[in-house]
């Protein structure tokens, strides 16, 4: 039971928690060392190097999530693509995550170099929304560490 009297249902999002733990666990085996973000949700680590999303999708896939009926979020930032079959990719992104079965996702498409730029002009850039982990931000209005953790996220299929 919960603390209001509802069934406890376990899920996979962490909102700013990731940016807590990063903080305060040591170094992991997989060569995480303290003070990196850890995983964001189903996410593989930033250090992992896994920035193909066919690949995450198919192990998401392998993930069983009768025990998560929560969510169990997959968070994605792609680079922003000005080309005519960037809509097309975005459909098929969504439609293999469905296929995959994943339960709810956060896309970020961002352009590296503009986030770089509204951390120096933030009064050129105010308009920028991002989704940090599980919510909405201006851009701007974050915390510098936030800005470079962002910044810093690996891109899928960059």
């Known amino acids: ?3 209001r009297g ?3 249902e376990a ?7 990731f940016d ?3 903080e305060h666990v040591m170094a992991t085996p997989d060569g995480r ?3 990196l973000a850890l ?3 189903m996410n593989p680590t930033e250090q992992s190097g896994m920035n193909n999303i066919a690949n995450i999708l198919h192990t998401v896939s392998e993930i069983d999530l009768t025990d998560f009926p929560g969510a169990g979020v997959l968070y994605l930032e792609m680079p922003l693509a000005k080309t005519t079959d960037f809509p097309k990719q975005i459909a098929d992104t969504i439609k293999g995550f469905l296929r995959a079965g994943g339960s709810a996702l956060e896309l970020n498409i961002l352009d590296r170099e503009v986030l770089k730029a509204a951390k120096i002009h933030p009064e050129k850039y105010s308009n920028i929304v991002v989704r940090v982990c599980g919510f909405s ?7 510098p560490h936030i800005q470079d953790e962002i ?7 960059e």
């Not at 899920?11 to 928690?17: G, I, K, N, P």
């Not at 931000?137 to 915390?143: I, V």
Request: proline letters at 0%; hydrophobic letters at 40%.
């Open 1 to 3: 039971m919960n603390e």
């Open 33 to 35: 060392q303290k003070t």
């Open 11 to 17: 899920s996979l999002f962490v909102f700013y928690l």
């Open 20 to 22: 807590w733990m990063r």
């Open 137 to 143: 931000a201006y851009f701007t209005s974050l915390e």
């Open 151 to 157: 910044i810093g996220r690996t891109f899928m299929n």
């Open 39 to 41: 995983s964001r949700g």
């Open 6 to 8: 509802g069934q406890y």
